[in-house]
């Protein structure tokens, strides 16, 4: 049973939303955007966050669109994770949240509580960085459009009262070619030791990864360095290791050794797969 | 579909196939509004943390972990609980596999199976197992599961199921 009480709001407008956010906000009701809400509910019960209302927004019709066009796939940030694996329009998208917690989570789990949630492994997040998609953001002020890597700093950066109201990934990269992988320390359904998601485009791999470090990231040095054809491959990989941008995890689901053993057999494995060798 | 609830208030839910008034708070689940307002205890809680499905129930034909969904959101979607199959092939097959022991965590598996029936009624092995580990037995009745669910998948015909919203 939840051991607080708090205010449910459902609005049915982008500006509806973020205006019910802001008077909540500014009347101490300390209020949280609510998708498919399993984070704030399984939280809350736990007494690990606590808020006084929520702005439940996955009636608002914007944040239901899945639609391709000529230049992007435009996704909802209250699809489902199943709603994107059923499309499977992306493909690497689609089995990014295919290994997000279980397959009847997913039906709950929304895209953009998955990209804000507070759990640090954000999978979905590792395709949009991989293919500069943008992310299109409404507060009180209006609506911004922003490519993903503006403002993702180790967690994506919202202004007050501001959420995401859609995701943008460039057409081009729908069916380029990709590999994902996820290491597990056990069982299938837990969280990452590593993801490793990545793709082919103009002839590059890109990388990106979750699980590694105490965020996902995109890391276009470990990417420099694996394209270098002009290396061996065993050097390559072991300089791309090097290339992690912090601290490798060291805690019970993997050493910190054991994590950088494991990002090697991947890259390995990318590089058979994708090229570059 | 409610507009606010901000305080605890009569909502309408409609569960296998009949319109029910539940008294709850806009913090309740459908877990707990299903249990303790409305008397259906067939969705069981386990966990109440979205691991082990013992409180899977369907919504809008989708299996739905109860404990993670709000009361309030279920206003307007269709709620189909353990008590809403009617001797269902699913059922039938858990009883001739021995698909069970103790039969706490059953309600849930069963949810979960009959969601898949109707959405995947050709669904392979590797569907049937991704699916199912949404769910946990802690007697480990898992073989005995998997068969039911593929003996009930061969009687199965598609049913027209919207993804989950």
């Known amino acids: 049973m939840m051991p607080f009480d708090f205010e ?84 690497l998208l689609s089995q990014s949240g295919a290994r997000v917690a279980d397959h009847t989570i997913q ?66 990269y729908l069916g380029v070619p990709y590999f994902h992988l996820k290491r597990t320390k056990q069982d299938k359904i837990t969280y990452p030791l590593v993801t490793v998601c990545a793709l082919q485009a103009d002839n590059q791999i890109r990388l990106a990864f979750s699980g590694l470090c105490h965020f996902p990231f995109r890391s276009k040095e470990m990417e420099k360095v694996v394209n270098d054809k002009s290396m061996p491959m065993d050097a390559r990989i072991d300089w791309a290791v090097n290339c992690i941008p912090t601290e490798t995890l060291d805690d019970i689901e993997g050493s910190f050794s054991f994590r950088q053993f494991v990002v090697k057999i991947m890259l390995y494995d990318i590089i058979n797969s994708l090229g570059a060798s | 579909m409610v507009k606010n609830m901000t305080q605890e208030g009569i909502i309408e839910l409609n569960v296998n196939g009949e319109v029910r008034k539940a008294l709850v708070r806009p913090a309740d689940t459908l877990l707990f509004a299903l249990r303790e307002r409305l008397g259906l205890t067939g969705a069981k809680p386990g966990c109440e943390n979205g691991d082990c499905g013992a409180c899977t129930v369907l919504v809008d034909g989708w299996p739905i972990k109860s404990c993670l969904m709000l009361a309030v959101e279920a206003v307007g979607h269709a709620v189909e609980t353990i008590e809403g199959l009617d001797n269902a092939p ?32 050709d669904a392979n092995d590797a569907m049937i197992n991704e699916w199912l580990q949404s769910n946990i037995c802690r007697c480990t009745s898992y073989q005995e599961i998997n068969e039911a669910v593929k003996e009930a998948l061969k009687q199965a015909s598609p049913k027209m199921v919207s993804p989950p919203s």
């Open chain 1, 8 to 91: 449910y709001h459902h609005p049915l407008t982008i500006q509806e939303a973020v205006t019910t956010f802001a008077r909540l906000d500014m009347s101490g009701k300390t209020p949280k955007y609510y998708g498919g809400g399993t984070e704030l509910i399984s939280m809350a019960r736990m007494n690990n966050l606590s808020f006084g209302s929520v702005v439940d927004i996955k009636d608002v019709p914007e944040c239901k669109v899945l639609q391709l066009d000529n230049e992007n796939l435009t996704l909802g940030s209250a699809l489902t994770l199943t709603q994107i694996h059923e499309n499977n329009t992306f493909p």
């Open chain 1, 107 to 172: 039906n709950k789990i929304t895209l953009g509580g998955n990209l804000c949630g507070t759990i640090i492994y954000k999978e979905t997040l590792l395709p949009l960085l991989l293919t500069d998609s943008e992310l299109v953001l409404a507060d009180p002020s209006g609506m911004r459009t922003v490519k993903i890597g503006d403002v993702y700093r180790e967690r994506i950066e919202l202004n007050p009262f501001e959420f995401i109201v859609q995701v943008k990934i460039p057409a081009k």
């Open chain 2, 90 to 121: 699913i059922q039938k097959e858990f009883v001739e596999k021995f698909a069970f022991q103790c039969g706490y965590c059953t309600p849930g598996f069963i949810m979960n199976a009959q969601g898949l029936i109707n959405i995947h009624p």
